[in-house]
Nanobody
Framework: QVQLVESGGGLVQPGGSLRLSCAAS????????LGWYRQALGKQRELVAT???????NYEDSVKGRFTISRDNAKNTVYLQMNSLKPEDTAVYYC?????????WGQGTQVTVSS
């Protein structure tokens, strides 16, 4: 069984910070490319950040300089540190693990940025 479980979402004020975690099981974690996606109400799911098995990172333009993706292979966990949060960051955030054509998804965690 493959399982990805996100945690760390919640309600935060604009300008605040939040750290999301995604713990994986059932895969050889170190071999997978990882990503964080988000989907806001009424909008398409979009890619936020990726980190490859070699730890190369890429970010969507709107989060560059504010978000940091990282991984801890010893803990089978990928993180998304989110700083300087804006209301437009409000969405359900999903983690993804991929190798070749094989993709796995977490259940999502809600992030709400509001005063």
């Amino acid at each position: 069984q493959v399982q990805l479980v996100e945690s760390g979402g919640g309600l935060v004020q604009p300008g605040g910070s939040l750290r999301l975690s995604c713990a994986a099981s059932g895969i050889i974690f170190r071999l997978y490319d990882l990503g964080w996606y988000r989907q806001a109400l009424g909008k398409q799911r979009e890619l936020v950040a990726t980190i490859t098995s070699g730890s190369n990172t890429n970010y969507e333009d709107s989060v560059k300089g504010r978000f940091t993706i990282s991984r801890d292979n010893a803990k089978n966990t990928v993180y998304l540190q989110m700083n300087s949060l804006k209301p437009e960051d409000t969405a359900v955030y999903y983690c993804n693990a991929a190798i070749g054509i094989r993709h796995y998804w977490g259940q999502g965690t809600q992030v709400t940025v509001s005063s």
